[in-house]
Each structure stands twice: as C-alpha cells, then as structure tokens.
C-alpha cells in the first residue's frame, strides 16, 4: 500500500469510527435527556444524528477515491466495499468496470488499479450529472452569506423582545440560534470538496492526494454535527460529562427541568 493511499485510509476510518460515536451518543442524550422545553429541536437533532451515522457508516464501507479524467470520473472503492465486488458502488449513472477501467488507464497508466474496486461516470455532460456538479459548485458561498445575514436579524429579533423574555427562554433560543449556525456552516468542507474536485476536472493538476481528498472532506460534515450539538446545547453537554467521568452527578432539589440555562445543572436534572 503507497504512502497515500495509507494515509487517507487511515483517516477515513478515524473519522468514520469517530462519526459512529459521536452521532450514537447524540441519538442516546437526544432520546433519553432531553428536556421537555426542547423536545420539538431534539426530533431535528435525531434526524440529523441518524442521517450522519449512516454516512458514517457508508464511507468506512467505501473509502472513495475520486478520480477526474478528461470529462469522466472514476470511482476506486478503497473500504470493505471491495471485498464484495464494483457491483456494490453502481448505480443508474455509472459506467460498466471494463470501460471505466480502459478510460483510466488511458488517462493515467502509472496507477496501480489491479483488483481495484471500480466504476465511474463516463461523461459528466449527463445532464443529471452536470446538475449535481452545478448544484454542488456555485451556491456554496451565496447559501452562507444568507445564513450570516438571517442569523444577524434573528439576533436583533431576540435583542428586541428582550424585555418579554423570560432569561432562561431567552438563553436557550440563545443556545439553539448559536447550534443552528455552527451546524449550517459546518457544510464549508464542501468547498474543499468542490476546489480539489475541479483542480482535477479542469486538469489544471493531478494528484493522488487531490483525488482522495475530495470524498475525505465530506466525512469531515457527518462527524463535526454531532458535536455542534452536544457542545451547544447545555443539557446534552452536561450529561455527556456526566457520562464520561468528567463532572460529578450532584442532586439539587432546586434545581427544575429548565437547567438547560443553567452553568450550574446537575447530571440528575439533565435527565428531566
């Protein structure tokens, strides 16, 4: 195995694994710790910590390299994936491994491809395809500065209805606002994805690394949400410390179910 190679698949095993536990513990405090004030943001957090697990899941299975010749793009399946076949990364958009494998070694004749899992798209003047690829390329920075924008009037918003407010409602719009956005601008790896994607679609240069860097950048999304969320959110940032031997259970029969806001919550009330 190259020097490459090792390192990449290192690094999508640690960040799959990683995912897989972050987003497990979040689906856990998210079902079972949640107070009630915040159970409609929990059934959105759950959504999310389901979908990432399983993102999680699939990349360790594929590990994909990415690989941009001519107009074609070449899938190498380097996770388990390729103890099953190229079958289990087709679909309706891909090329057969025979011709993927000819344009391949056409385009680049010094990889080693023997026994590689592969499969690609052959051209990515597919309507369909060049959709995806427009959609994955150009909204990126137009998304994020209305994220910044609406963000700022929310905060005007909430700075406005101070008075009416009640301080623990208020902090945890506070807390749920400051989640919300680190969560939606998370997704900025995309860039990484989409720049050294078109590095070597526009063949202005091509590397190894350029090549699994692209499908490694995404796994980044999937494993950084889950922790937005427990380290925003007081009540599972509490119980997770709780849990992991980092802060002391204590009663407080004081204390109410709203210690979401409060610095001082108890492990026991995280769990109202």
């Given at each position: 195995?190259?020097?490459?190679k090792?390192?990449?698949?290192?690094?999508?095993?640690?960040?799959?694994?990683?995912?897989?536990?972050f987003?497990?513990?979040?689906?856990?405090?998210?079902?079972?710790h949640?107070?009630?004030?915040?159970?409609?943001?929990?059934?959105?957090?759950?959504?999310?910590?389901?979908t990432?697990?399983?993102?999680?899941?699939?990349?360790?299975?594929?590990?994909?390299?990415?690989?941009?010749?001519g107009?074609?793009?070449?899938?190498?399946?380097?996770?388990?994936?390729?103890?099953?076949?190229?079958?289990?990364?087709?679909?309706t958009?891909?090329?057969?491994?025979?011709?993927?494998?000819?344009?391949?070694r056409?385009g680049?004749?010094?990889?080693d491809?023997q026994?590689?899992?592969?499969?690609?798209?052959?051209?990515?003047?597919?309507?369909?395809?060049?959709?995806?690829?427009?959609?994955g390329?150009?909204?990126?920075?137009?998304?994020?500065g209305?994220?910044?924008?609406?963000?700022?009037?929310?905060?005007?918003?909430?700075n406005?209805?101070?008075?009416?407010s009640?301080?623990?409602?208020r902090?945890?719009?506070?807390?749920?606002?400051?989640?919300?956005?680190y969560?939606?601008?998370?997704?900025?790896?995309?860039?990484?994805?989409?720049?050294?994607?078109?590095?070597?679609?526009?063949?202005?240069?091509?590397?190894?690394?350029?090549?699994?860097?692209?499908?490694?950048?995404?796994?980044?999304?999937?494993v950084?949400?889950?922790l937005?969320?427990?380290?925003?959110?007081?009540?599972?940032?509490?119980?997770?410390?709780?849990m992991?031997?980092?802060?002391s259970?204590?009663?407080?029969?004081?204390?109410?179910?709203v210690?979401?806001?409060?610095?001082?919550?108890?492990c026991?009330?995280?769990?109202?």
């Open positions: 195995m190259d020097v490459t090792a390192v990449f698949t290192t690094l999508h095993t640690i960040l799959a694994f990683g995912g897989c536990f987003n497990l513990l979040l689906i856990y405090v998210a079902l079972f949640s107070p009630s004030k915040i159970k409609t943001y929990s059934t959105l957090i759950l959504n999310f910590a389901v990432d697990l399983l993102t999680c899941l699939v990349d360790y299975f594929v590990q994909l390299r990415m690989i941009p010749t107009w074609s793009v070449i899938y190498i399946g380097n996770g388990a994936c390729q103890y099953f076949g190229h079958a289990v990364l087709c679909s958009l891909q090329a057969p491994r025979e011709k993927m494998e000819k344009i391949l056409q680049f004749p010094q990889y491809i026994n590689a899992v592969i499969t690609g798209i052959e051209s990515v003047w597919n309507f369909t395809v060049l959709l995806i690829i427009m959609i390329m150009f909204p990126v920075g137009i998304i994020y209305i994220i910044l924008i609406l963000r700022k009037k929310i905060i005007n918003k909430l406005f209805d101070y008075v009416s009640r301080s623990e409602t902090s945890m719009q506070q807390q749920f606002l400051k989640a919300l956005t969560q939606a601008c998370i997704p900025m790896f995309n860039m990484i994805v989409v720049t050294s994607y078109a590095i070597g679609q526009l063949e202005i240069y091509n590397h190894p690394a350029l090549e699994y860097t692209t499908a490694a950048a995404m796994v980044f999304i999937p950084l949400t889950p937005a969320s427990i380290y925003f959110v007081h009540a599972y940032r509490e119980k997770v410390m709780c992991l031997g980092l802060k259970p204590q009663v407080n029969p004081s204390q109410s179910s210690a979401i806001v409060s610095s001082s919550s108890s026991r009330d995280n769990e109202h």
